[in-house]
């Protein structure tokens, strides 16, 4: 018996970015906010997001088609789960504006540029890197570092399952963006204290203190560059989605930088996708072109990691899986 499967399948993939552009759209009106209430008409969601009654109606369809709306018998809406409200935790609410960002997008297009000549495709097309263009266009860097704190909000748990932070008197988190995972780590930890270390402007706008003002005692936020250096003598540096955003040569750096802050008996924290088997484990290696396309940077099989992490001084003691597609890497420095 010959099936139709394959080919159908391959079809949903091809217009997969047809999925991923009506969401963006749907959440960059904040539909699923609108809907949390209750079910809802396109024209009466329309007046208020001052969208066009039959096109918003249209794209919800669509969306309904895919499960991402339900449409009931009197042409009203809701939402089928939470995820693209933007007051939940883990919300995918800020991926989904982020992926439609014609910076992002844009870059997504030129991937068979990338592919012909190995280069950046984010700087080819904006002239600057993604980390000088989000500090140049703060609306932009805003939308990222919510990607990234929605993101983290989810993995944390997930790491902190593997890992007993509680033994750490004094952790840094590099490159820590808004601090969410520091904060989850306070929470249950509560003999610890946490330095944020980030870029002066992500530091300044002091997220963390905002929204998690009782560890105000035991937090502070360093701003600077961690090619340069990274605040001393913590016991523990945690490093989530840092490495991934650059080749080996900055990564090396980046971690040489942390060795020269190290304790002998400090632990190396590095939370990443580590690529899996052949045929298996997209998110990784969609994450990985992401990588290759906005910064030049990479996700690594276990060994990358290990030659890494021995290039720039460090033993890998451990990569531990988690509930999620993250791993936990934990390093010591080499010698000790
Ligand atoms: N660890 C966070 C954020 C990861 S995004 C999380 O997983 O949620 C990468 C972070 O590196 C961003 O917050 C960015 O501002 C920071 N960063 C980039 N270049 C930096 C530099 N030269 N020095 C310090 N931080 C930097």
């Known amino acids: 018996m010959t099936t139709d499967a ?38 009466n969601l329309a007046e208020s ?16 088609s895919l499960g991402v709306f339900e449409e009931d018998d009197g042409g009203r809406f809701s939402m089928v789960g939470e995820f693209l409200r933007t007051d939940v935790a883990g919300t995918h609410a800020p991926m989904a504006q ?11 297009g030129h991937l068979l540029f990338a592919v012909r000549t190995g280069a950046v495709a984010f700087d080819h097309l904006h002239g600057d890197g993604v980390w000088t263009y989000r500090a140049r266009h703060p ?12 993101g983290t909000e989810r993995f944390a748990e997930a790491v902190m399952d593997v890992c ?35 870029q002066p402007h992500v530091v300044w706008r002091d997220a963390m203190r905002l929204r998690f003002p009782e560890f105000a005692d035991r937090y502070e936020s360093i701003g600077g560059n961690f090619f340069t250096s990274v605040p001393a003598g913590a016991d523990a540096y945690l490093l989530k989605w840092i490495l991934h955003d650059w080749d080996d040569a900055a990564s090396i750096e980046i971690l040489r930088s942390c060795r020269r802050a190290m304790k002998p008996t400090s632990r190396l924290l590095v939370v990443e996708h580590v690529i899996g088997p052949p045929n298996s484990a997209p998110e ?17 099989t276990r060994e ?18 988690t509930a999620t597609t993250i791993s936990l890497l934990q390093g ?5």
């Not at 982020?98 to 997504?108: A, D, E, Y």
């Not at 990784?284 to 690594?300: I, V």
């Not at 010591?332 to 000790?336: C, E, F, I, N, S």
Request: proline content about 3%; aromatic content about 10%.
């Open 6 to 43: 394959p080919r159908s399948e391959l079809l949903r993939l091809i217009n997969g970015f047809q999925a991923s552009q009506a969401i963006h759209v749907a959440a960059a009106f904040g539909l699923a906010d609108l809907l949390k209430n209750g079910p809802r008409s396109a024209a």
């Open 49 to 64: 997001t001052k969208t066009h009654p039959v096109a918003l109606y249209r794209l919800m369809r669509a969306l309904a």
């Open 164 to 198: 007993d932070f509680g033994r750490f008197r004094h952790i840094v988190d590099v490159g820590g963006g808004d601090g969410i995972f520091l904060a989850k780590i306070l929470a249950s930890n509560f003999e610890t204290r946490g330095t944020l270390f980030d």
């Open 284 to 300: 990784g290696k969609f994450m990985d072109l992401t990588m290759m396309l906005m910064n030049g940077g990479r996700e690594r």
């Open 304 to 321: 990358e990691f290990a030659t890494l992490f021995a290039e720039a001084g460090f033993r890998l003691t451990c990569a531990t899986p």
């Open 332 to 336: 010591t420095l080499d010698g000790v």
């Open 98 to 108: 982020f992926v439609g960002r014609p910076n992002v997008w844009q870059t997504w």
């Open 139 to 150: 609306e932009e860097g805003n939308i990222f570092d919510r990607v990234m704190t929605a």
